[in-house]
């Protein structure tokens, strides 16, 4: 029974190694536009979209891709890591980690494992530092909450700047097009006695 | 090999043959079968344990409607085919207008499609239930009303399994059996055809409500091991121990809720050992040892819940309390042995036949997120916080179970980037919206210490509606409309931009907007964990 347990676990720990852990992907890419994403890579085995129980529903997505091996995985990461890739929209880059144990919410009980717990007595010392502990809890909760509203801001913040940016370049684009194509361009050329150039 | 040998251990014999399958020779099918000290037969009701949570005293009922072996050299050759009943809980969703829903209804499949039935390993089975027909129609031969009194269970409609209906009308045949098979037998047939029948109507829920609930001497036997546990405990009491058990059996011949009241009231030092054995052999099963000794609300909570047994005199159901998942464990010890088999199994073409013997999970059980929002609508789902990051779902029910003595489905929450390392958090429902408050009130005026220093945090919870958000994603400039043509396939495909583009720039600035979040969210667990330890 103990051995397979660990076997059990071993193999688990073989699957997280094979798994890269994707977020600052879009609500909006479907599983078949993750997997083609992935699929560069080597073949993807299994995609679990992880659920966003509690935040703000504006929150990036993340990803758990199962690759067929390690390498693969570590391909993954590797390359992700060097260049900004992109999956289902643009230009904002998803992110790879290695993936850990407690990402997999069906996790297997750790071989040896022991937990024990014990009520206190209110009369304990440890009681009041207890309770104490249980405002903290709540207190690096609210903390974490507001600190993701926060980040959500500042990414609107840059969405909106890069957002202008673009349209600066499709609209300078466009000029130099509209240019080439009224012929004002050519015009000048002769005009002041150039060789005209082709911009395409 | 294994597997076989357990199975015989469990008394398997097959019962009276039915004839070769048709299209397939190796295939033999039988009418009775007995497992397990019961003999079973077709059209019986049986209950089944839910092989992906071991310790849940959850169960599905079915009735059988064909059991097979393969003649084949095969692992798990047994097989059986069950029709289904659905509980209440599972059809939450479609009873919210249906008002009369007695507390022990079920609801027979019914229609054509998936969920209707299954072939289950013969394994799996764990009991035998009594399920009255109480339906009014004509063709029913109606039960009397002792009949009904005893039956475990009891239905009158179906669930239209296609169309996700609830049918007042019970069809002529149902996943091809016949009525008359479906309705009550006739008293006449229930005298030719079952011993066993006649058996169930005299010890009624005793035997058949919980699978394999202990008999009679099943449960004396446990006071037997309770004693004897005891008795290694107190060696300083060796001689006083030693009167007690030639006293004890003594009792043994008696009915137990007589032992139990008799003990119970026996001094108090003894009341205490067993209550430390009650202790001991839950916390074995929970593979959690708590400091019981230290724990004196979980023992007072104990005595009193024993003390109010012993006044009932229904000991039993304390017990069957503690039988119940053991008897599961079982049954998931088979079933777990079957998943090793299965890649093997897969690979055999020839046995496309068996492709379906791991149904026992695939039954249309509500999963979990339709699950969630059933149980958020009732008030029965609760978020608990600060448990170990590296704490599994069915360690989190452990928890739960023998901390708060309450039962319940949880599931971890997976870290993500955004979580807090180092607080696990789980999702945890409940079966009724009270337990939920219970648990929440006595989390919050208590504190439960948990191994590594921590203290359960339980708070009702509210979760996102699981829906495709209408809103652009921050960071994803859509291309103006001339240009939009020319940028669909970049879009379409996944790519690494080049470092002589724009958007590798822009992408840059949202790597730098990300580890900006990513440190300053490290700085603030740094800290967050410096005040949990002071």
Redesign the interface.
């Known amino acids: 029974m103990a051995n ?1 347990g660990e076997e059990e676990y071993a193999k688990f720990l073989e699957k997280v190694r094979r798994t890269v ?1 994707v ?2 992907l ?3 890419a479907s599983e078949a ?1 993750v997997k ?2 992935f699929d ?1 890579f080597g073949t993807v085995t299994d995609l679990r979209f ?6 703000p ?4 997505v ?1 990803v758990l891709v199962e690759m067929e091996n390690e390498d693969m995985a570590k391909a993954v990461i590797g ?1 992700l890591t060097q ?11 998803v ?1 790879a ?1 290695a993936a ?11 071989p040896g ?10 009369s304990d010392p ?2 009041d530092k ?2 104490k ?2 405002r ?3 207190k ?2 609210a ?2 909450s507001f ?2 509203k926060k ?2 801001e ?3 913040k ?2 909106k700047q ?2 202008e ?3 600066t ?2 609209k300078k684009f ?1 000029l130099i097009d509209k240019l080439y194509h009224d012929g004002a361009a050519k015009n000048l050329a002769s005009h002041y006695n150039m060789k005209s150039f082709s911009f395409h | 090999m294994e597997k076989s040998a357990e199975v015989d251990g469990f008394g398997f014999k097959w019962g009276k043959k039915r004839g070769n399958g048709v299209e397939n020779k190796d295939v033999q099918f039988y009418e009775s079968f007995t497992y397990d000290g019961s003999e079973y037969s077709l059209y019986d009701c049986v209950l089944l344990g839910v092989a992906s949570k071991p310790d849940s005293p959850e169960f599905f009922v079915g009735k059988i409607i064909k059991m097979w072996e393969h003649t084949d050299q095969r692992q798990n050759p047994r097989n059986v085919e069950l029709l289904w009943f659905f509980k209440p809980s599972e059809l939450s969703r479609y009873l919210q207008r249906v008002q009369d829903v007695l507390p022990n209804e079920l609801f027979l499949a019914s229609g054509s499609g998936v969920g209707l039935t299954n072939a289950n390993q013969l394994e799996a089975i764990c009991g035998k239930c009594n399920v009255q027909c109480i339906s009014k129609d004509k063709r029913n031969p109606q039960p009397s009303s002792e009949e009904i009194k005893l039956a475990d269970f009891v239905f009158h409609r179906t669930f239209d399994v296609q169309n996700s209906k609830i049918l007042e009308k019970i069809d002529d045949k149902i996943a091809g059996v016949d009525v008359k098979f479906i309705f009550n037998r006739t008293s006449c047939e229930k005298k030719a055809s079952a011993v066993q029948k006649v058996a169930t109507g005299v010890h009624g829920t005793a035997h058949s409500l919980k699978p394999n609930r202990p008999s009679t001497s099943g449960s004396v036997r446990q006071n037997e091991r309770n004693a004897r546990d005891l008795y290694g405990h107190r060696k300083s009491d060796y001689g006083h121990k030693k009167e007690e058990d030639n006293d004890f059996h003594k009792q043994l011949a008696r009915k137990k809720s007589a032992v139990a009241e008799e003990r119970s009231n026996k001094d108090p030092g003894r009341r205490d050992g067993e209550l430390d054995n009650r202790n001991a052999s839950g916390s074995r099963r929970n593979d959690c040892n708590g400091k019981k000794d230290q724990d004196n609300e979980v023992e007072n909570q104990l005595r009193k819940q024993k003390s109010r047994l012993a006044e009932e005199g229904c000991s039993r159901d304390s017990y069957c309390l503690e039988d119940l998942p053991r008897k599961k464990r079982k049954l998931d010890g088979s079933v777990a042995v079957s998943k090793h088999t299965e890649e093997k199994r897969l690979s055999d073409a020839n046995y496309r036949r068996d492709y379906g013997v791991f149904d026992v999970t695939q039954k249309p059980h509500v999963t979990w997120e339709e699950d969630l929002g059933s149980a958020e609508g009732r008030g029965t789902l609760v978020l608990l916080q600060n448990l170990d990051p590296t704490c599994t779902s069915s360690e989190v029910e452990n928890i739960v179970y023998s901390a708060l003595n309450e039962q319940c489905t949880a599931r971890m929450i997976e870290r993500t980037s955004i979580t807090i390392p180092h607080l696990g958090e789980a999702l945890v429902i409940f079966k009724t919206a009270d337990a939920a408050k219970r648990v929440i009130k006595r989390l919050d005026e208590g504190c439960l210490l948990l191994s590594n220093g921590r203290t359960l945090v339980a708070t009702s919870a509210k979760v996102n509606p699981p829906e495709m958000p209408r809103f652009r994603f921050p960071g994803h400039i859509k291309p103006r409309i001339q240009i939009r043509r020319e940028m669909r396939n970049a879009v379409a495909t996944s790519h690494c931009a080049q470092r002589n583009t724009i958007e590798f720039d822009m992408g840059m600035e949202w790597r730098l907007h990300r580890d900006r979040f990513e440190l300053a969210c490290k700085r603030i667990f740094e800290v967050s964990i410096d005040h949990c330890f002071i």
């Open positions: 397979q852990y977020d600052e879009t609500p909006h536009v083609s994403a560069q992880l659920p966003n129980y509690f935040g529903k504006e929150l990036p993340s390359t260049f900004p890739f992109m999956v289902a929209g643009m230009p904002r880059p992110r980690a850990t144990p407690e990402m997999f919410h069906d996790r297997p009980k750790k494992s022991k937990i024990q717990c014990r009520w206190i007595d209110p440890e009681f207890a309770k502990m249980k903290l809890v709540q690096h909760s903390e974490t600190m993701l980040q959500l500042e990414a609107e840059l969405d890069q957002s940016t673009a349209t370049h499709y466009e």
